[in-house]
């Protein structure tokens, strides 16, 4: 058995009552779980689907590159994109994939005029390339409820998606120190270090057990949440970028004159 990487993710309390107000007042709020006793049903907290939800990354400590990375490509299906995070480092191309029966027009308004929203009937597969470090929401104008996240960023070696209990592993290791990072949405909410030993034994396959925070609170790890408090990379469409200096300008006088 070649190394390799074992491990779980918990939601910790700070975690779960964070996910819980976003459930209901944030921008992702839900609308199919019971808010009001109605004499029949209990009323039930919103629950968080793992396998939708989280993407475990994992980089090398000593190599920031990310050399024969493959991206995972999602599905559209069930009007969710499935997996709901992807992370794939910069450059890289992404293929949706529409599973449903009825069409759906994705786009995204991060990327703006490279990725605009577009027809894609059943069965077919749209490219986006994305070039620039950052967090991309994908939406939809078909189905407004669906959500997913590209969240492209340098070094990252290889993805997974854990299951519904959180479980996940890291086969074919090289042996080496690894940071693995949570993402949640487009946002860092765990992180740890992780050393892989050069051994084919199943006792020395290394083991880890992390707890999502909050956003906020995960920065605090070994990758400072990706340089941000949110844990969010922010980003502008190339196009955006041209714009900033004389539109910052305009901000600036517009200042000067104001009280």
Known sequence: MASGMKGKVKAGEEFQQYFNKQAKTGTEKLDFYWEVENGVLPVLPPVLEME????????????????GF???????????????????????????HNADPFVHELYSDDLGKLFPPELQSSQQTRQVQFTNPGVYRVSCRTTPHLAGYVVIV??????????????????????????????FDGSVVGEKAVTVVDSDKEKDIAQVEIEMKPPALA???????????????????????????????????KGKGEK
């Open 70 to 96: 493959v991206p995972v490509h999602p599905e559209i299906f069930g009007a969710r994109v499935v997996p709901g995070v992807v992370v794939a480092p910069p450059k890289s191309t992404i293929k949706f």
């Open 154 to 183: 340098e070094g990252v070696v290889a993805v997974k998606t854990p299951d519904a209990e959180g479980n996940f592993s890291f086969e074919e290791m090289d042996p080496g120190d690894y940071i693995v990072k949570i993402y």
């Open 219 to 253: 920065a605090d790890g070994p990758g400072k949440g990706d340089g941000k408090t949110s844990g969010k990379v922010e980003t502008k469409a190339p196009e955006d970028v041209a714009k900033e200096p004389e539109d910052q300008g305009k901000d600036e006088k």
């Open 52 to 67: 939708q939800r989280i993407a475990i990354a994992l980089f090398r400590k000593d190599d920031p590159s990310s050399t």
